[in-house]
């Protein structure tokens, strides 16, 4: 089976850190997504992982442990602009399907 | 961003009614997916294609089916449209070890 889990919603103070987790159990492990969707709009990509550690991007970094099945989102120096759903994806197989969490609702507050 | 057209964007129709969603892309992308994203849900997977005229079921593919008969076209067909159908659809495209673009979504409403 599959399976993507993350905390579904989640508040923040502006100017902070906040840290988003996902887990995952799936048939197949070709690499993690993050995707940022603000309300009413299609998702933007904001990170990629295939090995173990951190990649680091601007204020966004993301981490993956293939072992544990675990990836986090790191978001610094919050925003008003950050509020929005986190979406963690895993891509997998010969066939490359890719399946998405349910979504993590960031709130910011100033 | 990758080149990916949904037609159309907005639609309502009637329950039992066959609808046809098309996703249209310019960057030779391999891999196209098709997702319905609701309420509490997230993007569930429909069906997704790794090449032309090669398809697979994702999560929630009843009363659905798909079609790709050349690389920059994938069309989703409701054969019989009910109104849990009514969702806000997501295609997507990827080249392969790289990020999936997406589409701006059709907000179908099944009446």
């Known amino acids: 089976g599959q399976n993507i889990d993350q905390p579904t919603e989640m508040t923040a103070t502006e100017g902070a850190i906040v840290q988003i987790n996902c887990t995952y159990q799936t048939s197949g492990f070709n690499g993690l997504f993050w995707y940022q969707q603000h309300a009413g709009e299609a998702p933007t990509f904001l990170s990629y992982n295939v090995l173990d550690g951190l990649e680091e991007k601007g204020r966004f970094s993301s981490f993956l442990s293939r072992s544990k099945g675990y990836s986090y989102l790191l978001l610094k120096e919050l925003q008003m602009k950050d509020s929005a759903s986190y979406l963690c994806?895993?891509?997998?197989?010969?066939?490359?399907?890719?399946?998405f969490g349910t979504g993590t609702l960031l709130a910011v507050q100033p | 961003d990758a080149g990916i057209t949904q037609s159309p964007r907005h639609k309502v129709t009637e329950t039992g009614t066959p609808v046809t969603l098309r996703c249209h892309q310019t960057e030779n992308h391999r891999y196209m997916y098709w997702y319905r994203q609701d309420p509490g849900h997230g993007l569930r997977l429909i069906h997704y294609s790794y090449g032309v005229k090669d398809t697979d079921k994702g999560e929630v593919s009843d009363g659905y089916s798909v079609s790709r008969s050349k690389t920059e076209d994938f069309l989703l067909t409701l054969e019989s449209a009910t109104s849990s159908q009514t969702s806000v659809y997501f295609c997507?495209?990827?080249?392969?070890?790289?990020?999936?673009?997406f589409g701006q979504g059709t907000r179908l409403t099944v009446v």
């Open positions: 994806a895993v891509g997998g197989g010969a066939t490359n399907k890719l399946i």
């Open positions: 997507a495209t990827q080249t392969g070890e790289t990020e999936a673009f």
